[in-house]
């Protein structure tokens, strides 16, 4: 076993926003709109031994994305926050520019990282592919576009598999 896997944080405990204008406002007028990737974030993270102790959904909107950013980060238990959508090339995608300024740290891999699991999977529209892993107050912040499969592969291949690691080095444990 690597050494960085024995010290590994255990049973980690997530939140989950969905950042989607047409998902709030339906649901404002008491209709749904599936959301397939809480869905598959939500199955996956309980596969791994973690748990989702919170699901959010806001419009693009700066102001709401910094409140529930605030909101999330400030309780003790959560311990990794996802955001799910807002990050690409469309005027109302504003969640890389309002929540990546904001974070204390940035773990610029992994957006490289994202984009080549992501290219090996969909080919060259992989570069609209915008996301962002940071540390703020001693959580774990993933900022990823918001398709399930997109979703699916961040939780399978990083987020899962190296929260516990990242989060021991980012609290000195």
Do not use: W
């Amino acid at each position: 076993m690597h050494e960085h896997k024995a010290k590994a944080l255990k049973n980690l405990r997530y939140a989950f926003v969905t950042v989607s204008t047409s998902r709030f406002e339906a649901k404002l007028g008491e209709k749904t709109i599936p959301d397939e990737s809480i869905e598959v974030a939500k199955k996956l993270i309980e596969a791994n031994g973690d748990t989702l102790v919170e699901y959010v959904l806001i419009p693009d909107n700066p102001r709401l994305l910094l409140e529930a950013f605030l909101e999330l980060a400030v309780r003790e238990d959560i311990d990794v926050i996802v955001f799910s959508g807002g990050t690409g090339p469309a005027p109302s995608d504003v969640t890389i520019q309002t929540l990546g300024q904001v974070l204390e740290k940035t773990l610029t891999g992994f957006g490289d990282v994202f984009r080549y699991l992501s290219y090996n999977e969909i080919g060259p529209p992989a570069f609209l592919t915008n996301s962002v892993a940071g540390i703020f107050s001693g959580k774990l912040v993933f900022l990823l576009p918001g398709s399930p499969n997109a979703v699916k592969l961040a939780l399978e291949k990083l987020i899962l598999p190296e929260s516990g690691h990242i989060l021991s080095l980012a609290r000195g444990k």
